[in-house]
């Protein structure tokens, strides 16, 4: 069986929700130091480049609430009423002047009485209820006052029963009062009842019997009483919420008024004890708020409840898009909501963004950890990897005299793994594999090989590399905003080695005031570290350990920092810290730096920042291993980095020679 429904909005030909870009955007947080739930709530709030976020849509409500609070005011009902008033005085004295039938004493004494009258709108009402119009019309008007009365207040409880009893007869109003007291006995049975199957399956025909007999006055057509209760509840709330709106003397008139309503207090009374059940059914409604409207447009009695209800319901949709409670998951975001106050295409916003929520979540890039919490999964790492990697990329072949180095190694043994061709290319095409592309794309006879089949076969090189990184982790590293851009880093060189050179092995060590090594996810996500002193000595020490692991591996020792060695380690495990920097600490690290060279290690310094001693101190570390320094821009660090290790795997090629001068004259060779 087929089902169909109204289409709600939106391109139909939309390409699914990009997450891509929200996997760069929150992968870019998280190195930041944002937990992976915080980076993909703020990518949400923000949005895409083509995405409205939380954030543009809360604004949008909060225009929409302001303006509703700055054009509207409560006394519409109040100053119809007087109109209504004046009409019928206007007709009743003009009435009295014209009638010449009329006894003196009598069109005086009515004369005086009208005059008399209080200024009190609601007064004045009050006390012409027992006057005897001589004019047809202003008895009329003075009808209409409290019909008009009698449809507001009706409107206010259940909407567009202002219109609905517009000309309505004695027997309509009476039709109404019946209802009101049929609906008052459902609410007190249903409050009475124990919650027991016999009592609700009374209370339930005793709903079937209300909605049978009144259901035309209900077009919302609600099929239990908790539906009923609901809709009620949020009305009558909101009514409580306008009276508490008003000013004291518009209140205090409109109670008054309220007794004239349909010619007697029947009717308010009625309204009153269907607020107060429903209050007591359902008391988490705001019944107690109130709002400043400061505009001039004024609203019926009727109108202005709806007001207060589209306040409530911008207020919970703000709610809703702050995501601030627990277990807040856009998923409870009111579309049809969100579309009556904003439009269609704020629906249509908030729906693609719980889309992207939901296949963020879905996607397998965030895992939830033993302790519960989210985090980047493997194949989230592999993804912003391949991106940081594309931007290395595109770095180093926009250089002057650099390309890209599209080769898996450089000496050219086949990996026994293949890859497509792509433009610029110089590996053998793998001819088995590029025909069976062929035929399982065409199975024709003959075989039709398109550029798109082809294949070759990567190499790797001969010579395996132990590749030891070394980012500085302290104080100004964080403060100095360096610290994006050094796990950009070493997140590109990681998928670089991962997915290119895996017959390298890579040691990622982090150093600050102790060094540790870190796989690539505690590195990504380790918050900055506030406390002072740049190890290199123990930094050292535990790549020289690395690379005594893998003694048949060319070393390769990279070092990221902005400072010079203000730690070391004693020979009982403690850290000694000194700034200015103390020659003993000086002394461990060169040590250990030897260390590095006898065990063969190509060395490069990428230093940050512009001190001058650091300079100095770098330029003679270097010199004395054979290494060299390079001092890059922030942006141009992952590119630095990459660009060396791929220049240490060419035997006998310098990385000049390899990839050009592209450090914009700022690195230099030692």
Same mark, same amino acid.
């Given at each position: 069986?087929?089902?169909?429904?109204?289409?709600?909005?939106?391109?139909?030909?939309?390409?699914?929700?990009?997450?891509?870009?929200?996997?760069?955007?929150?992968?870019?947080?998280?190195?930041?130091?944002?937990?992976?739930?915080?980076?993909?709530?703020?990518?949400?709030?923000?949005?895409?480049?083509?995405?409205?976020?939380?954030?543009?849509?809360?604004?949008?409500?909060?225009?929409?609430?302001?303006?509703?609070?700055?054009?509207?005011?409560?006394?519409?009902?109040?100053?119809?009423?007087?109109?209504?008033?004046?009409?019928?005085?206007?007709?009743?004295?003009?009435?009295?002047?014209?009638?010449?039938?009329?006894?003196?004493?009598?069109?005086?004494?009515?004369?005086?009485?009208?005059?008399?009258?209080?200024?009190?709108?609601?007064?004045?009402?009050?006390?012409?209820?027992?006057?005897?119009?001589?004019?047809?019309?202003?008895?009329?008007?003075?009808?209409?006052?409290?019909?008009?009365?009698?449809?507001?207040?009706?409107?206010?409880?259940?909407?567009?029963?202002?219109?609905?009893?517009?000309?309505?007869?004695?027997?309509?109003?009476?039709?109404?009062?019946?209802?009101?007291?049929?609906?008052?006995?459902?609410?007190?049975?249903?409050?009475?009842?124990?919650?027991?199957?016999?009592?609700?399956?009374?209370?339930?025909?005793?709903?079937?019997?209300?909605?049978?007999?009144?259901?035309?006055?209900?077009?919302?057509?609600?099929?239990?009483?908790?539906?009923?209760?609901?809709?009620?509840?949020?009305?009558?709330?909101?009514?409580?919420?306008?009276?508490?709106?008003?000013?004291?003397?518009?209140?205090?008139?409109?109670?008054?008024?309220?007794?004239?309503?349909?010619?007697?207090?029947?009717?308010?009374?009625?309204?009153?004890?269907?607020?107060?059940?429903?209050?007591?059914?359902?008391?988490?409604?705001? @019944?107690?708020?109130?709002?400043?409207?400061?505009?001039?447009?004024?609203?019926?009695?009727?109108?202005?409840?709806?007001?207060?209800?589209?306040?409530?319901?911008?207020?919970?949709?703000?709610?809703?898009?702050?995501?601030?409670?627990?277990?807040?998951?856009?998923?409870?975001?009111?579309?049809?909501?969100?579309?009556?106050?904003?439009?269609?295409?704020?629906?249509?916003?908030?729906?693609?963004?719980?889309?992207?929520?939901?296949?963020?979540?879905?996607?397998?890039?965030?895992?939830?950890?033993?302790?519960?919490?989210?985090?980047?999964?493997?194949?989230?790492?592999?993804?912003?990897?391949?991106?940081?990697?594309?931007?290395?990329?595109?770095?180093?072949?926009?250089?002057?005299?650099?390309?890209?180095?599209?080769?898996?190694?450089?000496?050219?043994?086949?990996?026994?793994?293949?890859?497509? @061709?792509?433009?610029?290319?110089?590996?053998?095409?793998?001819?088995?594999?590029?025909?069976?592309?062929?035929?399982?794309?065409?199975?024709?006879?003959?075989?039709?090989?398109?550029?798109?089949?082809?294949?070759?076969?990567?190499?790797?090189?001969?010579?395996?590399?132990?590749?030891?990184?070394?980012?500085?982790?302290?104080?100004?590293?964080?403060?100095?905003?360096?610290?994006?851009?050094?796990?950009?880093?070493?997140?590109?060189?990681?998928?670089?080695?991962?997915?290119?050179?895996?017959?390298?092995?890579?040691?990622?060590?982090?150093?600050?005031?102790?060094?540790?090594?870190?796989?690539?996810?505690?590195?990504?996500?380790?918050?900055?570290? @506030?406390?002072?002193?740049?190890?290199?000595?123990?930094?050292?020490?535990?790549?020289?350990?690395?690379?005594?692991?893998?003694?048949?591996?060319?070393?390769?020792?990279?070092?990221?920092?902005?400072?010079?060695?203000?730690?070391?380690?004693?020979?009982?495990?403690?850290?000694?810290?000194?700034?200015?920097?103390?020659?003993?600490?000086?002394?461990?690290?060169?040590?250990?730096?030897?260390?590095?060279?006898?065990?063969?290690?190509?060395?490069?310094?990428?230093?940050?920042?512009?001190?001058?001693?650091?300079?100095?101190?770098?330029?003679?570390?270097?010199?004395?291993?054979?290494?060299?320094?390079?001092?890059?821009?922030?942006?141009?660090?992952?590119?630095?980095?990459?660009?060396?290790?791929?220049?240490?795997?060419?035997?006998?090629?310098?990385?000049?020679?390899?990839?050009?001068?592209?450090?914009?004259?700022?690195?230099?060779?030692?």
């Amino acid at each position: 069986m087929s089902r169909y429904r109204r289409y709600d909005g939106g391109d139909p030909l939309a390409a699914p929700v990009d997450l891509a870009e929200a996997l760069d955007a929150i992968g870019q947080d998280v190195m930041a130091g944002y937990s992976p739930e915080r980076a993909m709530s703020e990518f949400l709030r923000r949005g895409g480049r083509d995405q409205a976020g939380l954030d543009d849509l809360a604004r949008r409500l909060a225009e929409r609430r302001r303006e509703i609070l700055e054009r509207h005011d409560l006394g519409g009902t109040m100053r119809e009423v007087r109109e209504l008033l004046d009409k019928a005085l206007t007709a009743e004295r003009g009435q009295l002047a014209r009638d010449i039938t009329m006894d003196d004493d009598d069109r005086a004494f009515r004369e005086l009485q009208l005059g008399a009258l209080p200024s009190s709108t609601a007064a004045a009402v009050t006390e012409l209820s027992s006057y005897d119009w001589q004019s047809t019309d202003a008895r009329e008007a003075y009808e209409q006052i409290k019909d008009l009365l009698g449809r507001e207040l009706l409107d206010q409880r259940f909407a567009g029963m202002k219109q609905a009893l517009e000309g309505a007869t004695d027997e309509d109003r009476a039709a109404v009062q019946q209802m009101l007291s049929d609906l008052n006995d459902l609410l007190e049975k249903h409050a009475q009842s124990d919650g027991s199957p016999e009592q609700k399956a009374e209370v339930d025909r005793a709903f079937a019997e209300f909605m049978g007999r009144h259901g035309d006055y209900f077009p919302e057509n609600p099929e239990t009483i908790e539906e009923l209760l609901d809709s009620l509840a949020q009305r009558a709330a909101a009514a409580q919420r306008m009276l508490a709106s008003m000013t004291p003397e518009q209140r205090a008139e409109l109670m008054e008024l309220s007794q004239q309503a349909f010619g007697s207090a029947g009717l308010m009374e009625q309204l009153s004890r269907m607020d107060a059940n429903l209050q007591a059914l359902r008391p988490g409604e705001d @019944w107690s708020g109130s709002e400043s409207f400061e505009g001039g447009e004024g609203l019926g009695l009727g109108d202005g409840t709806g007001a207060l209800q589209d306040l409530a319901q911008l207020d919970a949709l703000s709610d809703q898009l702050s995501q601030s409670y627990g277990g807040a998951r856009l998923d409870d975001i009111d579309l049809d909501a969100l579309a009556r106050q904003l439009g269609d295409e704020a629906a249509v916003d908030a729906r693609t963004l719980q889309e992207l929520e939901r296949a963020l979540r879905d996607s397998g890039y965030l895992k939830r950890g033993s302790d519960g919490e989210l985090r980047l999964s493997p194949k989230a790492m592999r993804q912003l990897g391949k991106a940081l990697l594309r931007d290395v990329a595109d770095r180093m072949s926009g250089r002057a005299g650099a390309r890209e180095s599209r080769t898996t190694g450089m000496a050219g043994e086949p990996s026994g793994a293949t890859r497509r @061709w792509e433009f610029g290319t110089t590996e053998p095409w793998d001819v088995p594999r590029t025909i069976t592309n062929a035929v399982l794309r065409d199975g024709g006879s003959p075989v039709r090989i398109q550029i798109d089949d082809v294949e070759v076969a990567e190499t790797e090189a001969r010579t395996q590399a132990a590749v030891a990184l070394l980012v500085d982790t302290s104080f100004s590293m964080a403060m100095d905003g360096r610290w994006v851009p050094m796990k950009r880093t070493a997140l590109a060189l990681h998928q670089l080695i991962r997915s290119r050179f895996r017959g390298d092995h890579l040691e990622l060590i982090g150093f600050g005031r102790h060094a540790e090594v870190m796989e690539i996810e505690q590195l990504t996500a380790l918050d900055a570290r @506030w406390a002072k002193g740049t190890n290199l000595h123990h930094a050292l020490l535990l790549a020289n350990r690395f690379f005594r692991k893998h003694p048949n591996a060319q070393p390769v020792l990279l070092v990221v920092t902005d400072g010079e060695p203000t730690a070391h380690l004693e020979s009982d495990g403690e850290v000694w810290f000194s700034y200015p920097p103390d020659p003993v600490t000086i002394a461990h690290s060169v040590r250990e730096l030897d260390g590095s060279a006898r065990l063969g290690a190509q060395v490069t310094f990428f230093r940050l920042g512009e001190d001058p001693g650091l300079a100095r101190f770098i330029e003679s570390m270097a010199r004395r291993v054979g290494g060299r320094m390079v001092s890059p821009e922030l942006d141009d660090l992952g590119a630095a980095v990459v660009g060396s290790y791929l220049g240490s795997r060419g035997p006998g090629t310098s990385y000049r020679d390899h990839f050009g001068d592209w450090s914009g004259g700022r690195g230099f060779w030692v």
